[in-house]
Nanobody, 116 residues
């Protein structure tokens, strides 16, 4: 059994920064691609950032230049550094991880609310 546990998001003011983390635990083979998604109220879940096993990254246009995804394989952890937050970044953020030979798992989601 594999679990992904995300850090607490919270309520922040616009233009400040916040860092989310997501740690995988359990019977883990090896982490492949790791992602962050978000879902705003009444909206579909969207891909925010992705990092491959070779540390290649890609971002949604809406967060390019403001968000940075990184990983620490020794800690089975993926991070999302969010700078210059905007009210439109308000959403539930979900961690997603694909493990070699084990499939894909989701975190429980963490609420991030950005006030103007």
């Amino acid at each position: 059994q594999v679990q992904l546990v995300e850090s607490w998001g919270g309520l922040v003011q616009a233009w400040v920064f916040l860092r989310l983390s997501c740690t995988a635990s359990g019977s883990i083979s090896s982490l492949n691609v790791m992602c962050w998604y978000r879902q705003a109220s009444g909206q579909q879940r969207e891909l925010v950032a992705i990092i491959g096993s070779g540390d290649t990254t890609n971002y949604a246009d809406s967060v390019k230049g403001r968000f940075t995804i990184s990983r620490d394989n020794a800690k089975n952890t993926v991070y999302l550094q969010m700078d210059s937050l905007k009210p439109e970044d308000t959403a539930v953020y979900y961690c997603n991880a694909n493990l070699f030979f084990q499939g894909t798992y989701w975190g429980q989601g963490t609420q991030v609310t950005v006030s103007s």
